[in-house]
């Protein structure tokens, strides 16, 4: 059984930093591309980065680039996205998802990113 188990959220003042994990079970990483995805309330669900395959390559949206790092331990079949510079913009729920970067078939709970002063 897939599961995806983010950790990590929280309330972060602007210009903070966070870090966010996804644990994955009941597959292996390397072979699948997972990425992170986020929704603000109002909002429709965007992408924020995803990772193709742990030798492939690793998008991230316009509004994220040099701020967030997505990266892969793969002998913890885990993802992480540290977000630095943290504007209140990106507040918003974090979710990971596998097993492709357009149309995810597998979705963690999510975890709430707040960022306030």
């Known amino acids: 059984q897939v599961q995806l188990v983010e950790s990590g959220g929280g309330l972060v003042q602007p210009g903070g930093s966070l870090r966010l994990s996804c644990a994955a079970s009941?597959?292996?990483?390397?072979?699948?591309?997972i990425g992170w995805f986020r929704q603000a309330p109002g909002k429709q669900r965007e992408g924020v980065s995803c990772s193709t395959s742990s030798t492939g390559s690793t998008i991230y949206a316009d509004s994220v680039k040099g701020r967030f790092t997505m990266s892969r331990d793969n002998a913890k079949n885990t993802v992480y996205l540290q977000m630095n510079s943290l504007k209140p913009e990106d507040t918003a729920i974090y979710y990971c998802?596998?097993?492709?970067?357009?149309?995810?078939?597998?979705w963690g709970q999510g975890t709430q990113v707040t960022v306030s002063s």
């Open positions: 998802a596998a097993d492709n970067c357009e149309a995810p078939d597998y």
């Open positions: 009941g597959f292996t990483l390397d072979y699948y591309a």
